[in-house]
């Protein structure tokens, strides 16, 4: 088996502030993903990086940046805090291919004040 | 791009009875419809899938039933248990190896 490590888990911020989350996997997953929880709304993806050196735009890119720094590790950065925002952000993996489960970590808390 | 539609927010069930959860998709290229169940305090995880070359997938306790021709697949718990309450996502695999949820349905399973 393996593991999804998501730092932090907790994130407070200010408004304008630039945040940058960072996420592990264990697995040797080739695609890597990043999503928004909101309550009520599902999952929306932000960005994924499908090899070690891809990144793709999600349905909901802006006001984010991804990096894929190895195979192992993708970080996700908010590029300027929205005040009042709050909500779950998730990574997950998977091995390369559309049909495959998708493996996911413990998600980070986001509030901006 | 692919829309997936989850039908029910809320579902309450009494223990033993059945639970199903239906969702609709845009795409009739997709081909893989997994579900994800995500317990009060942690993340999602995997529960089932279905692919589109059949219509009918059981695991024990868990049913997915696909319709191609009305873009619609469903989940069905049957004799449920409290440990089903959480909640559950459907997914439509889209093209360019992306996942596209549903919106969730929260299950609560009461004695």
């Known amino acids: 088996g393996g593991i999804i490590t998501q730092t932090p888990k907790f994130l407070i911020g200010q408004e304008g502030q630039k945040l940058t989350l960072k996420c592990q996997q264990n697995?040797?997953?080739?695609?890597m993903y990043w999503y928004r929880q909101d309550s009520g709304k599902g999952l929306r993806l932000i960005y994924y990086s499908i090899t070690e050196n891809d990144l793709q735009k999600g349905d909901l890119s802006e006001g984010y940046d991804a990096s894929r720094e190895k195979k192992s590790s993708f970080s996700l950065t908010v590029t300027s805090a929205q005040k009042n925002e709050m909500a779950v952000f998730l990574c997950?993996?998977?091995?390369?291919?559309?049909?495959?489960?998708?493996?996911f970590g413990k998600g980070t808390r986001l509030t901006v004040v | 791009g692919e829309k997936v539609e989850q039908h029910e927010s809320t579902l309450s069930v009494r223990e033993g009875d059945s639970a199903v959860i239906n969702c609709t998709y845009t795409?009739?290229?997709?081909?893989?419809f997994p579900w994800y169940k995500q317990e009060a305090g942690k993340s999602l995880h995997f529960v089932i899938d279905?692919?589109?070359?059949?219509d009918r997938k059981q695991s024990q306790r868990l049913i997915v039933l696909l319709d191609k021709k009305a873009k619609r697949f469903s989940l069905h718990i049957t004799a449920t248990q409290p440990e089903d309450s959480a909640i559950y996502f459907c997914?439509?695999?889209?093209?360019?190896?992306?996942?596209?949820f549903g919106q969730g349905t929260i299950l609560k399973v009461y004695l």
């Open positions: 279905i692919r589109s070359n059949v």
């Open positions: 997914a439509v695999a889209s093209s360019g190896q992306k996942l596209v």
């Open positions: 697995f040797n997953h080739d695609t």
């Open positions: 997950a993996s998977s091995i390369w291919g559309t049909n495959t489960e998708v493996f």
């Open positions: 795409d009739t290229a997709s081909s893989y």
